[in-house]
């Protein structure tokens, strides 16, 4: 079984701050774990995914994520926060690139 | 076309009506998944088809609810005797074998 907690519902920065959002995952087999953004009225876009080597993964717009075994997180960050990635991001695992489990999502607010 | 189209993309039916959701998958994608995406929640899975054949329907919350992909391409989600827990936001999603999962804009569904 699998199963994605993302701590805080919403996250306020203001722009050109640091963005940091929390993915702390189970699973029973190596997982493969994924961050998506989703803008109002619009699908899920992959922002970034780990599947397996290099634990330190690369996105769209700047974002990165680590993965940390021994932690189970996979937080993403942006080192600079712009007006448009205000958005809400869902963290996701899977095994083996089957069907998604997602977290309940953080909604990312950027002021101005 | 570019990407994955789902249609209605709003739909209002009153309770005990039935529904017939579409979704329209990248052209070539063998994988196509269904997730319903409750207001505030991140999605989650409903059904699993690979070409024609359902291979994973766990997600699916109760026999009100059936899918199918006849062709292997088009896919339809058909609700039963809608109740107002079915409001949602339905979301499918597209991909080659074990690839990213592309998304659709999803359709709306209210129940009055």
């Known amino acids: 079984a699998q199963s994605v907690t993302q701590l805080g519902s919403h996250v306020s920065v203001s722009e050109g701050a640091l963005v940091l959002l929390r993915c702390n995952y189970s699973?029973?087999?190596?997982?493969?774990l994924f961050w998506y953004v989703q803008y109002p009225n619009q699908g899920l876009q992959l922002l970034l995914k780990?599947?397996?080597?290099?634990?330190l993964v690369k996105g769209i717009n700047g974002f990165e994520a680590e993965f940390k075994k021994s932690e189970t997180s996979f937080h993403l960050t942006n080192p600079s926060a712009h007006m448009s990635d205000a958005a809400e991001y869902f963290c996701?695992?899977?095994?083996?690139?089957?069907?998604?489990?997602f977290g309940a999502g953080t909604i990312l607010r950027v002021k101005s | 076309g570019a990407g994955v189209s789902q249609s209605p993309r709003y739909k209002v039916a009153k309770r005990g009506q039935d529904v017939a959701l579409r979704c329209d998958p990248i052209?070539?994608?063998?994988?196509l998944f269904w997730y319903q995406q409750a207001l505030g929640q991140g999605p989650e899975f409903l059904t699993y088809?690979?070409?024609?054949?359902?291979?994973?329907k766990s997600g699916l919350p109760s026999d009100r609810f059936f899918a199918e992909r006849p062709e292997g391409s088009v896919s339809t989600l058909k609700i039963q005797r809608t109740q107002q827990e079915d409001s949602a936001v339905y979301l499918c999603?597209?991909?080659?074998?074990?690839?990213?999962?592309?998304f659709g804009p999803g359709t709306r569904l209210t129940v009055l």
């Open positions: 999603a597209s991909s080659l074998a074990w690839g990213e999962q592309f």
């Open positions: 699973s029973s087999v190596p997982p493969y």
């Open positions: 780990y599947t397996t080597g290099a634990t």
């Open positions: 996701a695992v899977s095994a083996y690139g089957n069907k998604l489990v």
């Open positions: 052209s070539g994608h063998v994988s």
């Open positions: 088809f690979q070409n024609e054949a359902q291979l994973d």
